[in-house]
């Protein structure tokens, strides 16, 4: 296991992922079960939702995702989008991350001094949520990345594994075997991002 500081170092966006895959998906269910179950979040509200796709329903999401697209992309453009949704299918599986807004709702309602934050407050939760399982599933070895494509997706979504109305579609982290190194990208120089006052 790498340290803490390793382990947000190596995470890194990658787009090159394949199938074969050295853990077992016990070992992954199991850091993301933790991973939900230890972020933290305001209020203690826990509004994050996950849902863990392998094999065919991993097929299944990606397949809704080029048949959507296909319908609204004009024909001339859609090759360029189609490679990339093969890309995603291409990995070994993929993590969906929702908000449960009846939660956030019921919070709300309890404390409605803070009622226009609770939703800002899941986002951040939510955040929080793929940013840590991100980082747990590059410390397992495996390379991920996070795509939008809701709300364009969420129905069809919902339907195929009989998600709650409630859950909101909020990311989808395909994540696999790395099949290249990620290349280095600019950072800002860290004085424009921080300041110190002792």
């Known amino acids: 296991m790498r340290s803490f500081k390793e382990a947000v170092v190596n995470r890194r966006t990658n787009y090159a992922l394949g199938k074969q895959i050295e853990v077992s998906p016990a070992q992954i269910i199991e850091v993301v079960e933790n991973m939900v179950k230890e972020v933290p979040s305001s209020f203690n509200m826990q509004s994050g939702r996950v849902v863990v796709a392998f094999g065919d329903n991993h097929d299944k999401i990606w397949n809704i995702t080029h048949d959507t697209l296909q319908a609204i992309v004009p024909a ?15 990995a070994y599986g993929t993590v969906l991350f929702f908000d449960e807004t009846e939660t956030v709702q019921g919070m709300q309602k309890q404390f409605a001094a803070y009622a226009d934050n609770f939703p800002i407050w899941a986002q951040q939760a939510n955040g929080m949520l793929q940013f840590a399982i991100w980082t747990a599933l590059t410390d397992l070895g495996l390379g991920a990345n996070l795509q939008h494509y809701n709300p364009l997706i969420d129905d069809q979504v919902k339907a195929a594994f009989a998600i709650p109305a409630s859950w909101k579609l909020i990311a989808q982290m395909p994540f696999g075997q790395p099949l290249q190194a990620v290349k280095a990208i600019e950072k800002l120089p860290i004085e424009q991002r921080v300041k110190i006052f002792a």
């Open 76 to 90: 001339e453009n859609f090759a360029a989008t189609e490679e990339k949704i093969k890309g995603f299918a291409a």
